[in-house]
């Protein structure tokens, strides 16, 4: 007879509980400091494509307008 067993779990948010983490390093060391450094570059990204946004938008708007 074999028996398996499995546990499943989801968070949500940017970055995973401790725990996960934890286990990503006994996995593999140093993956946890990749995965953040990955959320951190990600965070970047996503700014400075919000700030051209805006900026573009505010020179649309001032050439409209002026």
Do not use: C, N
């Not at 067993?5 to 968070?11: I, K």
């Not at 509980?17 to 400091?33: K, M």
């Not at 990955?38 to 965070?43: D, F, K, N, T, V």
Request: glycine share 6%; hydrophobic share 45%; proline share 5%.
């Amino acid at each position: 007879m074999t028996i398996a067993a499995f546990t499943a779990s989801a968070y949500m948010g940017p970055v995973a509980p401790a725990q996960q983490a934890a286990a990503w390093e006994q996995v593999l060391p140093g993956s946890a400091d990749r995965i953040l450094k990955m959320a951190e570059e990600q965070q970047k990204h996503r700014h400075h494509l919000e700030r051209t946004s805006v900026e573009g938008a505010a020179r649309r708007a001032w050439w409209v307008s002026g």
